[in-house]
């Protein structure tokens, strides 16, 4: 179509893919379960830490919505990003659990005031331009170059980890993309800051964000969407790294010859890179290419298929793990990313459909902090379920109440 070749060469639209691809960089994701474990904590106790950071997110993600609609969405993602490179610092200084955790605090910071401003300025500008009807195309596609940033990072945190002292170095290498998504947050035009004028009183500041808010708790179909994504997303979100201690025992345990002459834990830091890279690779191709399928079904039926598919992988997964089939495993986790990341636009699709324009980054805020409260919960409760009794018992009891729940969710 025309209108999706003027769309890619558009300029703003680059600086949006470019982005999700630096904000992606993210060197350390194929390794920080193995680096909390490797510093003496137990899954449990990694739930603890996850729970915190969510707890932050929780506590700062509306008010943050609220921040970015009536006071700037462009200054609201700069602060975030000094959140985020403070917490890698912290996490690179940090010899014991107290500094980790006020790392985690800073990184929940960063998470709150970056979830949801940046999709509402990629609402604003479409409209602007008259594209809005072509959101989830745009927005599979920004998607798609912050999963390249991913795979990019995950084939170079190899090279990173064979040649730094310790791992905890890898958390200083995060900080130069995220230095360059800084500066490039501020070449983006002054309108798409859309602050709105309002008294700057705090008694005015909490009457219009909860006015907002009741608003979005009345609309029902729009909650359910809202939770069905929040559920989904914390599931995985929960879960996705457990992938490392089970590739980690499973080829110790199989006695998977080493690569390039590496010992045995190192060959596992490649094959953990080589394998997020992949993940990532085939996610951005979902996510680019997801609007295919929902211009064949519509994206309300993805969107809900998609969550039955996720329980019953899951229960798939929970075989594999207890009879160390790793090749299954890997598979399943593989089909798992790639839902997800091809569910996320359709998110955005069947969403933006359901709020009103000036509730965009309050409503996206509020599904990130629903997401919050269930990973606050779930963290700790799947690390101990995981610690006392088997990771693949706890994929089985998720699979279960998943098919379940999903059918709480139906519209």
């Avoid at 995060?174 to 500066?183: E, G, K, S, V």
Wanted: hydrophobic share 50%; proline share 2%; with cysteine.
């Amino acid at each position: 179509m025309l209108v999706f070749n003027e769309i890619k060469k558009d300029y703003q639209i680059w600086k949006f893919c470019f982005y999700g691809f630096f904000k992606n960089l993210k060197f350390f994701e194929p390794y920080l379960l193995i680096y909390l474990i490797g510093m003496g904590l137990d899954l449990f106790q990694i739930g603890i830490l996850y729970a915190i950071r969510e707890g932050i997110t929780y506590l700062f993600e509306v008010p943050s919505g609220i921040i970015a609609d009536h006071y700037g969405k462009k200054k609201e993602l700069l602060i975030c990003f000094v959140f985020y490179i403070i917490s890698f610092v912290l996490f690179f200084i940090g010899s014991n659990v107290l500094v980790i955790t006020v790392g985690m605090i800073f990184y929940g910071l960063g998470e709150a005031f970056r979830s949801g401003t940046h999709k509402a300025m990629i609402l604003s500008y479409l409209e602007h331009k008259g594209w809005y009807e072509h959101k989830g195309y745009v927005y599979g596609r920004t998607r798609s170059y912050s999963l390249l940033g991913s795979s990019l990072s995950s084939f170079l945190s190899i090279l990173l980890v064979l040649n730094i002292p310790a791992l905890r170095w890898i958390f200083l290498a995060c900080i130069i993309p995220y230095i360059l998504d800084f500066l490039l947050i501020l070449s983006y035009p002054n309108e798409l800051d859309e602050k709105r004028e309002t008294e700057k009183s705090l008694k005015t500041f909490i009457k219009l964000g909860f006015g907002e808010l009741r608003d979005v708790k009345s609309n029902s179909n729009l909650i359910k969407i809202l939770f069905s994504s929040s559920t989904y997303g914390g599931v995985f979100k929960t879960i996705k790294d457990y992938i490392q201690p089970i590739l980690s025992n499973m080829i110790l345990v199989a006695g998977i010859g080493t690569l390039m002459n590496l010992d045995a834990n190192q060959s596992v830091k490649v094959y953990l890179g080589l394998i997020y890279g992949c993940f990532y690779i085939f996610s951005s191709l979902a996510s680019k290419n997801v609007h295919r399928l929902t211009s064949t079904f519509s994206s309300n039926v993805v969107f809900d298929r998609s969550f039955d598919i996720m329980g019953v992988l899951l229960l798939l997964l929970s075989f594999a793990v207890y009879n160390r089939f790793m090749v299954i495993a890997v598979s399943i986790y593989f089909v798992l990313y790639l839902l997800m990341d091809a569910r996320r636009p359709v998110f955005f699709d069947v969403c933006s459909d359901n709020m009103k324009k000036e509730q965009r980054a309050t409503v996206l805020s509020v599904e990130s902090q629903i997401r919050a409260v269930l990973m606050i919960i779930m963290a700790p409760f799947f690390g101990l379920i995981a610690e006392t009794l088997s990771i693949s018992f706890l994929f089985l009891l998720i699979g279960i109440l998943l098919l379940f729940v999903n059918r709480l969710f139906k519209r």
